[in-house]
């Protein structure tokens, strides 16, 4: 056992592609499964692989460093949201899982009182982890990526995530959105911004998401070299409603925040 006072993010980042990998393999025994699938008071559905793979984590991170709080999206907070802290999400788009669709994820993010230090993305199916922090570079299963170069939003690859309720919800937003940009694609869930941190994809629109569906994300994106925050320009924390931006360059943050607000 190790002192909460002792960790790195270096050592985090490692520790997160250790629990991500073995949580992987529990995801993908449980895929294309039946998985007795309930609904949430939010209509939102869980599965029983959703509350295995998060206890899985769980005991792996108290195994290691028992005294940090938990933020686990399927059983709450254990522990204090003060200190050290991990934030789970054991499947990201859990709608996409039992639809059969591989592009699920796993998240996993690190905050040190109150501010994101690290973040993991893994997507057990296409046997792909992506990892970064706080003075740590992002990297692809143990490879460096970086954002791409765009500065233009004219020009940009454009991904827009929960476009279904953006719709509905903000209908002049995404009316705008759907003008911009080179190319335009509907996405969900994580898989979108690891794109953006590997220098695939050049903005990524998010909306209704809650902290375990955007911390993990910000903490690549930003050791990336990229800018995420919320569509006022603020920084994300716990706090932080759920519609964000992800954007390789601060020109093409700066051009989606006036899409959004003008």
């Known amino acids: 056992m190790q002192n909460k006072t002792d960790v790195s993010v270096s050592e985090i980042l490692d520790d ?33 692989a959703d509350r295995q793979i998060e206890k899985e984590l769980k005991a792996g991170i108290l195994g290691k460093y028992p005294d940090f709080g938990i933020f686990g999206e399927e059983s709450g ?27 699920f994820g796993l998240l996993l993010a690190y905050l040190r009182n109150g501010e994101t230090m690290a973040g993991a993305i893994s997507m057990p199916i296409l046997n792909e982890i992506y990892t970064g922090g706080a003075g740590t570079p992002a990297k692809c299963n143990g490879k460096e990526i970086s954002v791409s170069t765009q500065t233009s939003l ?90 964000i931006i992800s954007a390789a360059t601060p020109e093409l943050h700066e051009e989606v925040l006036k899409t959004l607000n003008c």
């Open 16 to 48: 997160c592609e250790a629990w991500a990998k073995s949580a992987a393999v529990l995801a993908r025994s449980f895929f294309r499964k039946d998985n007795q699938l309930s609904f949430k008071e939010d209509d939102s559905p869980v599965t029983i």
């Open 154 to 243: 004219d020009d940009a690859i454009i991904y827009i995530n929960e476009g279904d309720k953006l719709l509905v919800d903000k209908p002049e937003q995404a009316e705008r959105l759907l003008k911009s940009g080179k190319t335009r694609r509907f996405g969900y869930d994580c898989y979108s911004h690891a794109l953006l941190a590997s220098g695939h994809v050049d903005v990524v629109i998010d909306y209704d998401l809650k902290p375990y569906d955007f911390l993990a994300v910000s903490a690549v994106v930003r050791a990336a070299g990229g800018i995420v925050t919320d569509w006022n320009g603020n920084d994300l924390g716990l706090s932080s409603h759920g519609a």
């Open 77 to 103: 907070v254990d522990g204090s949201l003060d200190g050290d802290l991990m934030v789970i999400d054991p499947i990201d788009g859990t709608r996409s899982f039992i639809s059969g669709n591989p592009l």
